[in-house]
């Protein structure tokens, strides 16, 4: 299921699609998002007429158009051309409105209606010559029905008589319906025989700013607060799949490692060079293109090819980044360049002529070269050498860590670390070799602990299968003989039988549960409660526990310690366990009537414990075997012991970071621990 994310063809492209998709969608919302928190009535606003930024636009329209007739010598209805119209267009607020300015003083006409400029209504004639008089009582009658006429040119208008100051308009709006109060009364007055006559422009466009308020609050009455709310999941996609990008590209499908094609195994720089020499091309062309265009459809039309472009480009640097990803992933981003193959060249010309040398003369013809290199450098330019500089003592850092990585390679194998490895391919020339040699030493050492290793796992996984095979059964076992004890028998010869039953039961419940825990502390599962233990406390608390039982045996205990405090870090419970093993042990091998030392030292930051004692049978064993499980000093096997005491002791103490050891020397048995 890993591999087929990873290697899904689908998923990639969809990334690469959804990716640009998600990022504009996320500035968008922004952008969106800063829109509406600086324009609040809009929530409230049942239409975009009712709102503050509809007036401000709408005034800036009218504003824009009475302060460019105030700086024009001739009037647009008698000098217009295409490229004053086009100009005109450009201007923010120019599209929003259609407007039709008389000037009643000098019956010129001010229009940017290109039906009346073409002379596309017949009740407005259309000549260069033409004015409105008191005596052309066609253009007067023409110019009233006219005044009706725009009025059906849109949804919403306003007329607006600077003379009177009267104003006639169906805009719901309380800014506009006060027209000579706001930011316009300056320019309205000085313009006192202007008759403003202004409809809404509802034609579909980029540049009509009416339009586009009107798509935008169109949007945020159905969208409300949607944008917003999604942008945190929109970026968090994103970054999800760019992560993932990152992960998958380089994999496909029946492919191990890491796939190139063709065009990702050329040099770095030759397909860096063409796919930025064709994003420069393209973005040229965007350029030349980018909001040209003299009509609806020629401005449609290059808006298309500049979004072609655009993808152009996003998919040329995506395809620059992939091949990126994939050869750093390889390993090939700098062994594929074409620098790295001069170098390699070179390096190749200089290591024939040194590989005839020794050693000491590599050395002296490397010193002599980086002379004669650094004096044709610094004749060059100081900035040169000072790179050439850096480079040698790289190349010395490099050659002294290999010293240095051998040097730990061969103390591990002293401290008998035989896992570790060195990686040849990081060595050059003599060091190489001299790694060859560490890794097989190693690999000898290595074969030979691993294979003690798998013998003494067999052997633990025999034990602890074993144990938990035998317990249910015992547990059974044990609960009929106390069923069998509860029943009132009279037969003495069955009590007896009980009895044995009921003690060698138990005694194979003991047997179980201490293998059970040998091999808990021999694979190291337990979980340990670290803490501040007075040594001293615990010897003197566990010899009180035992001493009926040293008395039994006529043992006479003698407890030696260099202070009446010696701390140690350690899992009380535990420690405990280790002191209860030896006692126990004590109390069933040591010579009775003899003595038993105890001495407890402090040194630096060492605690050490150890305890002696004469054993009752010749020790015919070493330490060694005698630490091995299920080994007995009684080898007649009278005792009850199980032959793990000694095990469990040692594996419990290494656990805590300490250190046990037996010494055996005659028919002396000492333990020594040290923490």
């Given amino acids: 299921m890993k591999n087929n994310i990873k290697q899904s063809l689908i998923l990639k492209t969809l990334c690469f699609i959804l990716i640009p998709i998600l990022i504009i969608a996320i500035i968008s919302s922004i952008v969106y998002t800063v829109w509406l928190a600086e324009n609040e009535d809009i929530k409230t606003a049942e239409t975009i007429d009712q709102t503050n930024l509809f007036a401000d636009s709408y005034m800036s329209s009218i504003y824009s158009a009475v302060s460019k007739i105030n700086k024009s010598v001739n009037n647009y209805f008698t000098q217009y051309d295409d490229s004053m119209y086009l100009a005109d267009s450009y201007y923010r607020y120019s599209d929003m409105v259609k407007y039709l300015i008389v000037d009643t003083k000098t019956n010129a006409i001010y229009t940017n209606i290109e039906e009346v400029l073409r002379g596309g209504y017949s009740s407005l004639e ?48 309380i800014t506009l319906q006060n027209l000579d109060q706001s930011y316009l009364k300056n320019i309205l007055e000085k313009n006192p025989s202007f008759k403003i006559y202004t409809v809404i422009n509802n034609s579909p466009s980029l540049s009509n700013e009416f339009f586009i308020q009107q798509l935008l609050f169109n949007t945020s009455k159905s969208l409300g607060d949607i944008p917003i709310i999604l942008v945190p999941f929109m970026i968090i996609l994103s970054i999800v799949m760019g992560i993932y990008l990152l992960y998958a590209l380089g994999h496909k499908k029946n492919v191990e490692g890491i796939y190139l094609n063709r065009f990702d195994k050329w040099p770095i720089e030759i397909s860096g060079t063409l796919i930025f020499t064709l ?31 655009l993808g152009i480009i996003y998919a040329l640097a995506m395809c620059l980044f992939a091949t990126i990803i994939k050869k750093i992933k390889s390993h090939t981003f700098w062994n594929s360049s074409l620098v790295y193959r001069f170098c390699k060249w070179i390096k190749n010309i200089v290591k024939t002529i040194l590989n005839d040398l020794n050693i000491n003369a590599k050395i002296i013809a490397i010193f002599f070269g980086v002379i004669l290199i650094s004096l044709l450098l610094a004749s ?22 290999e010293f240095i990585k051998i040097r730990d390679a061969l103390k591990d194998l002293y401290n008998g670390q035989t896992d570790k490895r ?31 290793i798998k013998s003494e796992r067999m052997k633990t996984e025999l034990i602890t299968n074993v144990s938990h095979d035998i317990k249910t059964p015992l547990t059974s076992i044990i609960n009929y003989v106390d069923l069998l004890k509860a029943e009132q028998i009279e037969n003495q010869k069955a009590k007896e039988y009980i009895e044995v039953l009921d003690s060698k039961s138990q005694r194979l419940k003991k047997l179980i549960e201490d293998l059970v825990e040998a091999s808990k502390a021999s694979s190291g599962n337990l979980k340990l409660n670290m803490e501040r233990i007075n040594l001293v406390e615990l010897i003197k608390q566990t010899t009180g ?9 006529n043992l006479n205990v003698e407890i030696n310690s260099s202070d009446e405090n010696i701390y140690i870090e350690a899992d009380n419970r535990y420690m405990y366990r280790v002191i209860e093993n030896l006692f126990s042990n004590i109390s069933k091998y040591a010579l009775e009537g003899s003595r038993v030392y105890i001495d ?36 007649s096997r009278t005792t009850e012991g199980s032959g793990l005491g000694l095990s469990i002791s040692k594996s419990l103490t290494e656990l805590q970071n300490g250190k046990f050891n037996i010494v055996i020397d005659g028919d002396l048995f000492k333990v020594e621990i040290v923490f």
Avoid: P
């Fill in 600 to 635: 407890l030292t402090k040194k630096e930051n060492e605690a050490k414990i150890e305890i002696k004692n004469i054993s009752k049978d010749k020790l015919n064993i070493t330490a060694d075997e005698l630490m091995q499980r299920f080994v007995r000093g009684d080898k």
């Fill in 545 to 553: 526990e035992f001493e009926d039982k040293f008395s039994e045996k």
């Fill in 279 to 309: 994003i420069v091309i393209t973005i040229v062309l965007v350029n030349e293109t980018f909001g040209v265009g003299y009509n609806e459809t020629a401005s449609l039309i290059l808006t298309v090819i500049t979004i072609s472009l």
């Fill in 126 to 173: 259309t000549n260069s010559e033409y004015n409105l008089n008191e005596n052309n009582d066609s253009a007067i009658n023409s110019l009233e029905a006219f005044e009706n006429e725009i009025k059906n040119m849109g949804d919403l208008y306003l007329t607006y008589d600077c003379t009177n100051k009267t104003i006639d308009t169906n805009i719901n709006n």
């Fill in 422 to 452: 060195l990686n040849i391919d990081e060595f050059k020339g003599e060091l190489k070799e001299v790694s060859k040699y560490i890794n097989d030493i190693q690999n000898g050492f290595s074969n030979a602990i691993n294979e003690s």
């Fill in 380 to 401: 060059m330019n100081i900035l040169f050498l000072l790179i050439f500089w850096i480079v040698v003592l790289y190349m010395l850092i490099k050659k002294t860590n």
